[in-house]
């Protein structure tokens, strides 16, 4: 089985949350809008709105072993919620602290980074789109 890969749906803002994501981690960014897909393939077969045409409909950001996915939910406005953490293993200390910063920009660190019991530099933010995030960085042994 692949590693499970995060999709995230947003409010219209998701061109501008994947940019900011890309600031943070680097690689590569396709991003399509409802404009450049064929007519059937937008929601109840309809063409693109005015207000519709320039959203996303899907981004894809991979770097390394990273894909992160999203889309701009022309249905309705998605329900960020507290029931999910989106959990990374930065390669080095240092990684996961460069992490932490640019991820919390806008955002808050709701835990500071620290070396747990459980052998790992640790740490948790919510991103300024409100989704949290998990830095759990192995300590060497």
């Keep these: ?17 994947m940019e900011f994501y890309k600031d943070c981690f ?3 960014l396709e991003v399509m809008t409802y404009a450049d897909a064929p007519e059937d393939a937008c929601p109840g077969g309809t063409k693109p709105t005015e207000g519709t045409k320039d959203k996303v409909m899907h981004a894809c950001l991979t770097t390394g072993d990273l894909i992160l996915m999203a889309s701009d939910n ?12 989106i959990s990374i293993q930065p390669k080095d200390i240092s ?22 019991f459980w052998g790992a530099h ?5 991103d300024k789109y409100g989704f949290h995030w998990m830095l ?4 060497e042994n």
């Design 1 to 17: 089985m692949k590693p499970l890969t995060p999709y995230l749906f947003f409010d219209g803002n998701a061109r501008e949350a």
């Design 26 to 28: 680097g690689g590569k």
């Design 74 to 85: 022309p249905m309705a406005a998605p329900m960020v919620g507290d029931n999910i953490s």
């Design 95 to 116: 990684e996961t602290e460069r992490l932490l910063n640019a991820l919390s920009e806008g955002g808050e660190v709701t835990m500071p980074l620290a070396d747990t």
């Design 122 to 126: 640790f740490g948790m933010l919510k």
């Design 136 to 139: 759990n960085c192995p300590l």
